[in-house]
Structure formats: structure tokens, C-alpha cells
């Protein structure tokens, strides 16, 4: 039985990997953008 990983982006990692490429520029403005108005 193989078991499946799951990361979080609580690992630096997996951010960079996800949120730091030209193609998921759209997913970082959107993170970005919730975390902003959600603190004000």
C-alpha cells in the first residue's frame, strides 16, 4: 500500500514551488489580496 503525501504550505518549499512561478502569478495576487482585507 502506498501512501499518499500531502503538503501545506507551511512547508517554504511548497510555497516557492506553487506561488513563485510566472504560470501561478494569478494564486499568489489572489493569497495576497485575501490575506490584506482580511487583516483590515
Not at 7 to 17: L, S, V
Not at 18 to 30: P, R, S, T
Amino acid at each position: 500500500m502506498t501512501e499518499n503525501k500531502f503538503y501545506t504550505c507551511r512547508y517554504d518549499r511548497t510555497f516557492k514551488e506553487v506561488f513563485m512561478k510566472e504560470e501561478n502569478k494569478d494564486l499568489l495576487i489572489y493569497l495576497l489580496e485575501k490575506n490584506i482585507k482580511g487583516k483590515n
